[in-house]
């Protein structure tokens, strides 16, 4: 049972070149997100989804793409890398949307150059 | 605007003593206050959680305080041990509406226990 799987765990992109970040759980988990992590700013939620093929908008969506197509999978597409997307990025899965229980990825730490 | 506020942003105490971390909301929708742990390079794990029917819930040194009329909520770790050095983050969310489920974070509290 490996929980939240991510990766890469680090990457270099260039300005303007696009990536796809890889989130995987095995627990069957409907809810999944993804999360940016930046100094003195806490997590900010950027995508959501609530099942397979349905995803909304979190505080900070612009410059990202997601899709839903299984339950296990939940990636991230950076469509154009910009400096301002040099983070550390979360994946997290919960078994319902009350929120019990949120299980997160060990991260993909991403510089942007 | 930022819908949990949590105060200090970092925090030095001693071996053996009380480490206190305070949140405040605004959103009295919110039903669901979990606080989360994360050590360097790891993600976060929830470490406890609290629902507002309740004023107080303890799991062995980790206690959450909360007043609903104050519209706050505090992590209290008793004896702290340097093991508990990490950063602490407080979140809240809403059981129903259209932002179900969605976890809003306070931007987190460095901890430094040191022997």
């Known amino acids: 049972n490996a929980g939240v799987t991510q990766t890469p765990k680090f990457q270099v992109l260039k300005t303007g070149q696009s990536m796809t970040l890889q989130c995987a759980q095995d627990?069957?988990?409907?809810?999944m997100s993804w999360y940016r992590q930046d100094p003195g700013m806490g997590l900010r939620l950027i995508h959501y989804?609530?099942?397979?093929?349905?995803?909304d908008q979190g505080e900070v969506p612009n410059g990202y793409n997601v899709s839903r197509s299984t339950t296990e999978d939940f990636p991230l597409r950076l469509l154009s890398a910009a400096p301002s997307q040099t983070s550390v990025y979360f994946c997290a899965s919960s078994w319902d949307r009350g929120s019990y229980g949120y299980t997160f990825g060990s991260g993909t730490r991403l510089t942007v150059v | 605007q930022q819908q949990v506020k949590q105060s200090p942003q970092s925090l030095i105490v001693q071996k053996g003593g009380i480490s206190i971390i305070n949140c405040a909301y605004e959103n009295t929708a919110f039903d669901y206050f979990p606080w989360y742990q994360q050590f360097p390079g790891k993600g976060p794990a929830l470490l406890i959680a609290i629902r507002p029917d309740v004023s107080e819930k303890k799991e062995g040194r980790f206690t959450i305080s909360f007043n609903k009329s104050a519209k706050q909520f505090s992590l209290h770790i008793m004896d702290s041990q340097p093991g508990d050095s990490a950063t602490y983050f407080c979140a809240a969310s809403r059981g129903r509406g259209s932002t179900l489920g969605r976890l809003y974070f306070g931007r987190g509290t460095q901890l430094t226990v040191w022997p």
């Open positions: 627990m069957n988990h409907e809810y």
């Open positions: 989804s609530v099942g397979a093929g349905i995803t």
